[in-house]
């Protein structure tokens, strides 16, 4: 049996986009699949992600299974619709499968929605045994210990900046009211026992591990427990937490003590008001630059994530927002557009209100515009982020930004200028009609 495992990618972070290896870590999702594959299948498996490579026209399987999130949509359609007409039976799973069913249905011969650990095995027997159903759902009472370690080796390690992506507690359970996670999964947290995590990174050949989970420290006591143990290893690791992640001074001092050396962190917004409109009331705008010094201080670099576009915000944002990253030293600043997808409340909201302007998925890859902004133009809004870009990668800002003494990994000089400042060059290039080109399929 021959089973091809595919993430279709969109215009910008496509391997020929502007998302460079610099940037890229390898993701679970394909890897996981591929080891859940019953061993009695005896099948054959590959990895095609396209961001960091071509997906073959000429893929050769008796089984096709595409992830896609919204933004990856209408291209996972292109190629799913593509396979199936070679005679090609294809799966489809992933957020947007699991938000849009029926959609997805339209397109493929078997739609996944949840988390697939029990349900991808038992649809593998079922199309072997040539009873394939059209739905598989996530069992209720899923489990994710005792899972088999991903597959790595079916990746080519070259292309990533690492592959050592390990997952030890899965989902967040936090209102924001534009989260498309919680939207497809619900917000209960899966924890993976902590020794079976332990054991799985004691077996990487390598000095880091990155934490891709949403929000790793959304279980604190869990979070305790897993870097504790992780303090003997001597790692450096890199991961997701939240802004209040310093004020519990005993979790804290762990993460510190357990080698971590950067963080990805959702900052939203420099204006309070903001976050009460998203529903991110755990982030305090007012204690954004105390963190900062102690994650410094710490060693711990720090990716910020921005969104531009909140009811509360007008074109003044932008040159606010990059002064304040500036200020605050943040070393890996992220700019996004905020984005309504299908199944949240903020999608749900701006419906209502008739502020809806796009409907084709491929913009909502949350650096266009897809709804009528309060404040400001649609024009306006994609200028200025545009603009934030820019200014924010300029060799004097990134000069600014890492100033800070000992500058970790994760801000390290080609991060940001063969990363991000790259991004920011090539940003204008992705206009409405390159985005929803799938012409080449």
Same mark, same amino acid.
């Given at each position: 049996?021959?089973?091809?495992?595919?993430?279709?990618?969109?215009?910008?972070?496509?391997?020929?986009?502007?998302?460079?290896?610099?940037?890229?870590?390898?993701?679970?999702?394909?890897?996981?699949?591929?080891?859940?594959?019953?061993?009695?299948?005896?099948?054959?498996?590959?990895?095609?992600?396209?961001?960091?490579?071509?997906?073959?026209?000429?893929?050769?399987?008796?089984?096709?299974?595409?992830?896609?999130?919204?933004?990856?949509?209408?291209?996972?359609?292109?190629?799913?619709?593509?396979?199936?007409?070679?005679?090609?039976?294809?799966?489809?799973?992933?957020?947007?499968?699991?938000?849009?069913?029926?959609?997805?249905?339209?397109?493929?011969?078997?739609?996944?929605?949840?988390?697939?650990?029990?349900?991808?095995?038992?649809?593998?027997?079922?199309?072997?045994?040539?009873?394939?159903?059209?739905?598989?759902?996530?069992?209720?009472?899923?489990?994710?210990?005792?899972?088999?370690?991903?597959?790595?080796?079916?990746?080519?390690?070259?292309?990533?900046?690492?592959?050592?992506?390990?997952?030890?507690?899965?989902?967040?359970?936090?209102?924001?009211?534009?989260?498309?996670?919680?939207? *497809? &999964? %619900?917000?209960?947290?899966?924890? @993976?026992? /902590?020794? !079976?995590?332990?054991? #799985?990174?004691?077996?990487?050949?390598?000095?880091?591990?990155?934490?891709?989970?949403?929000?790793?420290?959304?279980?604190?006591?869990?979070?305790?427990?897993?870097?504790?143990?992780?303090?003997?290893?001597?790692?450096?690791?890199?991961?997701?937490?939240?802004?209040?992640?310093?004020?519990?001074?005993?979790?804290?001092?762990?993460?510190?003590?357990?080698?971590?050396?950067?963080?990805?962190?959702?900052?939203?917004?420099?204006?309070?008001?903001?976050?009460?409109?998203?529903?991110?009331?755990?982030?305090?705008?007012?204690?954004?630059?105390?963190?900062?010094?102690?994650?410094?201080?710490?060693?711990?670099?720090?990716?910020?994530?921005? *969104? &531009? %576009?909140?009811?509360?915000?007008? @074109?003044? /944002?932008? !040159?606010?927002?990059? #002064?304040?990253?500036?200020?605050?030293?943040?070393?890996?600043?992220?700019?996004?557009?905020?984005?309504?997808?299908?199944?949240?409340?903020?999608?749900?909201?701006?419906?209502?209100?008739?502020?809806?302007?796009?409907?084709?998925?491929?913009?909502?890859?949350?650096?266009?515009?897809?709804?009528?902004?309060?404040?400001?133009?649609?024009?306006?809004?994609?200028?200025?982020?545009?603009?934030?870009?820019?200014?924010?990668?300029?060799?004097?800002?990134?000069?600014?930004?890492?100033?800070?003494?000992?500058?970790?990994?994760?801000?390290?000089?080609?991060?940001?200028?063969?990363?991000?400042?790259?991004?920011?060059?090539?940003?204008?290039?992705?206009?409405?009609?390159?985005?929803?080109?799938?012409?080449?399929?």
């Amino acid at each position: 049996m021959r089973i091809a495992l595919l993430a279709p990618a969109g215009a910008m972070h496509r391997y020929n986009g502007n998302f460079k290896k610099s940037l890229h870590y390898a993701p679970l999702t394909l890897t996981t699949l591929a080891a859940l594959v019953p061993q009695e299948l005896m099948a054959e498996v590959a990895i095609y992600d396209e961001t960091v490579g071509i997906i073959p026209k000429d893929i050769e399987a008796d089984l096709i299974g595409i992830t896609a999130i919204t933004g990856t949509s209408m291209r996972a359609y292109k190629w799913a619709d593509y396979y199936r007409s070679k005679g090609i039976t294809v799966v489809m799973g992933g957020v947007h499968p699991t938000l849009m069913p029926q959609e997805a249905a339209e397109h493929a011969d078997c739609v996944v929605t949840g988390f697939a650990e029990q349900t991808w095995p038992r649809l593998l027997e079922d199309f072997v045994g040539g009873k394939l159903q059209k739905f598989y759902c996530q069992d209720e009472d899923l489990d994710i210990s005792g899972r088999p370690i991903p597959r790595r080796e079916l990746l080519n390690r070259k292309r990533y900046i690492t592959i050592n992506s390990v997952e030890a507690i899965r989902g967040c359970n936090l209102p924001c009211s534009f989260c498309a996670f919680p939207a *497809a &999964f %619900g917000r209960n947290l899966y924890k @993976r026992p /902590v020794r !079976e995590v332990i054991e #799985e990174i004691e077996k990487l050949n390598s000095k880091e591990v990155l934490f891709p989970d949403v929000n790793l420290v959304a279980d604190r006591e869990y979070a305790k427990e897993l870097f504790r143990e992780m303090i003997p290893l001597k790692k450096w690791w890199f991961g997701l937490t939240t802004s209040d992640v310093a004020k519990d001074s005993e979790l804290f001092d762990i993460i510190v003590k357990s080698g971590c050396r950067g963080l990805l962190i959702g900052f939203e917004s420099f204006t309070q008001d903001s976050q009460k409109f998203v529903k991110k009331g755990i982030n305090k705008v007012g204690e954004y630059e105390e963190l900062m010094k102690k994650l410094h201080h710490a060693g711990i670099g720090v990716n910020g994530c921005l *969104a &531009f %576009g909140g009811d509360e915000e007008d @074109r003044s /944002v932008f !040159e606010r927002t990059v #002064e304040a990253v500036v200020k605050l030293k943040i070393d890996l600043p992220r700019y996004s557009i905020l984005t309504p997808f299908p199944g949240t409340q903020l999608y749900r909201e701006f419906d209502e209100q008739d502020r809806i302007i796009e409907n084709n998925w491929a913009m909502y890859d949350v650096e266009h515009c897809v709804f009528k902004p309060k404040n400001m133009t649609v024009e306006e809004l994609e200028e200025g982020i545009e603009w934030a870009w820019r200014e924010t990668y300029t060799f004097m800002n990134i000069a600014k930004r890492l100033s800070t003494f000992g500058t970790p990994h994760i801000a390290s000089v080609p991060a940001n200028v063969f990363g991000y400042r790259v991004y920011a060059d090539k940003f204008r290039q992705f206009t409405r009609e390159v985005m929803i080109d799938n012409s080449d399929i």
